[in-house]
């Protein structure tokens, strides 16, 4: 097994302690480098090129497992039918030759070969998931702006249609979560997208069409929003909002000033090649006050509705779409190389379902109540404990947010290997979330682990809930345990 190295994305052997299928980084090794080129970067902290598919592979595709933590999601009714979060099938445009036709997770995650609109090679994600679905990439290596102005970089495919059919988005968040976005609909509406909160972070929503469908089409910033202990802060861009030319199957290019009171999101008209961009346009620019300074940068890609809005073609769309695609490359930021992290990822399920008459994928388990007992064992592997000081628990989870007057009793119990059952009740700031009017269901959640609970090498873990309705199961998904080492 392969790892890339931290800094320039290319080639490097695996640290020590990586054995098993799925522990995914060893932080503390010594073969983590110091910062180098990469990215546009003199300097890179986490660089990414996408030269090639990794060897080292899970939820997150043909990416590194060792680099990338990958989180799905649909939250509207994901465990009606016998479901467990089902993610349709989503027709992949040219890529690579021996690729499918169509593709499913965690196959909707390839790296593509250069081809005539992008001179190199390069990252496509294809979201199959409807009605406010999404995948999000979270990169295991945290970005840190303490005491400066830190900057992130990336190459995107920021075309859009319409809102309603699909876009990208770039968070930084305070915890190692899976699958940022918001829930910004009036009250008492989950339209907008009623999605995953951050706990704490900030998210920038590249969704804004400027003015109608224009040609050649633009697009600039529809929101951006700050959160602080999952309350949001939705902060709408002047109007008439700055936008840059884009076009579909090209790329922009974006760079993110990161401070603990100010945020800064640029970017350039669309580039012809991929490779040479104009200048830099600034489209956004506020104070915050983000409470954190070391954080966890994830991008998005949306769908918000391609079959039920492309095929009436009433928004703008040239052709039908049972997917949103976008395109990715040389994801970097910079700033001192962080080394005390390493993470184990739970593989998705990967089962077969139906719904509404077509096959999907589902990617998350289904969560018992607890007088039936647990419905399955999820497993870990390769788990190293050496110098590990602390460990968390990151998962994505959905519940039956109605009735809401019930909501408050919830509770999620889990044990490891078998051992005595533990309780973690929703905080009050979930309760709030899932009883706020704008959300479906979907939370993340994160659990600090009791050391004694790991054994070096393969655990299990287990859920039930208590005081849930089952009648649209509960269910987990995108879990990660993070391990902080001394």
């Known amino acids: 097994m392969t790892v890339r190295d931290a800094a ?19 932080g503390a090794s010594p073969a983590m480098p110091s910062a180098k080129p990469g990215c546009g970067f003199t300097l890179a902290a986490f660089c990414d090129t996408f030269d090639a598919p990794s060897a080292a592979v899970g939820r997150a595709g043909e990416l590194d497992v060792a680099r990338w933590s990958a989180g799905r999601m649909h939250p509207q009714g994901p465990t009606a039918g016998g479901l467990a979060i089902g993610i349709s099938e989503a027709t992949l ?19 593509c070969d250069p081809n005539d609109s992008i001179d190199s090679n390069h990252l496509l994600i294809a979201v199959g998931a409807q009605n406010y679905g999404q995948n999000s990439y979270r990169i295991r290596q945290p970005f840190d702006f303490a005491g400066r102005t830190g900057k992130i970089a990336f190459d995107a495919e920021a075309y859009v249609v319409s809102g309603l059919l699909g876009f990208v988005s770039i968070a930084v968040t305070e915890d190692p979560m899976s699958i940022p976005s918001f829930g910004a609909g009036a009250k008492g509406t989950s339209n907008d997208e009623g999605a995953i909160v951050p706990r704490n972070g900030f998210e920038v ?8 469908y224009v040609e050649p089409p633009v697009v600039g910033i529809r929101m951006f929003n700050v959160f602080h202990d999952s309350q949001a802060t939705y902060a709408v861009p002047p109007n008439p909002p700055a936008c840059v030319s884009t076009a579909e199957g090209k790329l922009n290019h974006f760079e993110i000033e990161v401070c603990e009171d100010k945020v800064t ?38 769908n918000h509705a391609t079959i039920k809005y492309s095929h009436d073609n009433g928004f703008g769309a040239a052709h039908p779409y049972d997917a949103w695609v976008a395109r990715w490359d040389n994801v970097g930021f910079d700033g001192p190389v962080v080394t005390h992290t390493r993470e184990i990822e739970v593989p998705d399920s990967l089962t077969q379902g139906m719904d509404t008459g077509q096959p999907v994928t589902n990617i998350g ?3 018992a109540d607890v007088a039936t007992g647990p419905g399955g064992t999820l497993e870990l592997r390769g788990v190293d404990l050496d110098h590990v000081a602390s460990a968390r628990l990151a998962f994505s989870a959905w519940y039956l947010n109605n009735p809401l007057d019930g909501v408050g009793k919830y ?26 009017g704008n959300n479906q269901g979907a939370i993340a959640q994160t659990i600090d682990v009791t050391m004694s609970d790991l054994v070096g ?30």
């Open 265 to 302: 999101v640029s970017a350039t008209p669309v580039s012809a090649n991929g490779k040479t961009f104009g200048p830099l346009k600034q489209l956004y620019t506020a104070p915050v006050s983000l409470g954190f300074s070391r954080g966890y940068v994830i991008i998005s890609v949306h």
């Open 411 to 436: 509770s999620l119990r889990y044990r490891w290997n078998g051992a005595a059952w533990r309780d973690r009740a929703l905080t009050a700031a979930e309760v709030a979330t899932l009883t706020g």
């Open 457 to 486: 090498g393969n655990n299990t873990l287990e859920f039930v809930t208590a005081n849930v309705p089952q009648n649209y199961p509960p269910a987990v998904a995108n879990v990660d345990l993070v391990l902080s080492v001394k």
């Open 365 to 367: 388990y289904r969560v």
């Open 8 to 26: 320039s994305g290319t080639g490097g052997s695996t640290p020590a302690g990586m054995s098993g299928a799925y522990p995914v980084s060893d």
């Open 93 to 111: 445009p040219p890529c690579r030759a021996g690729l499918a036709a169509k593709v499913v997770p965690d196959g909707d995650t390839v790296i």
């Open 205 to 212: 929503i590249m969704q804004n069409t400027c003015g109608g």
